[in-house]
């Protein structure tokens, strides 16, 4: 298998990713079989899991069928980069960056208007 599987995945996640130069495979190989270990940039983090980790399972079952061909197990860690939720920053697009405090709390809605009040703020303009 010689890293064939270590170039595929590079090959994929730099298909993926918007800072491909910071795209790093390690291979290990040991009794348990092949670990890859990807590290990326924190920016590219949900690229690469994908929603409710959709992307980071296919591109592992790929792994899995690179490695049954080569009659060998392949197994993919994602290592949090720096700036990652461990570090306490919030993830890039998620709640935090939508402005959800973490309750269950619906958001208050403004007063509703009669038709009247409304026609009366179009008219403004």
């Known amino acids: 298998m010689a890293e064939r599987d270590q170039e595929f995945l590079e090959f994929v996640v730099k298909g993926l990713v918007e800072h491909p130069g910071e ?3 390690t291979r290990v190989v040991d009794e348990m079989g ?3 270990t990807l590290d990326l ?4 983090m949900g690229k690469v899991i994908g929603r409710s980790g959709n992307t ?3 591109i592992r079952t790929l792994l899995r069928v690179v490695g049954m061909k080569h009659n060998a197990r392949v197994n993919l860690k994602i290592n949090e980069p720096a ?14 960056a939508q402005g959800w405090d ?4 619906p958001a208050a809605t403004p007063a509703l208007k009669s038709v009247d009040e409304a026609m009366d703020d179009l008219s403004k303009f």
């Open 41 to 44: 940039n924190a920016e590219d």
């Open 56 to 58: 980071a399972k296919a």
């Open 23 to 25: 795209v790093k495979v």
């Open 83 to 96: 700036g990652g939720r461990l570090d306490g920053a919030a993830p890039s697009g998620g709640a935090a």
């Open 34 to 36: 092949v670990l890859l």
């Open 102 to 105: 973490g309750t269950h709390e």
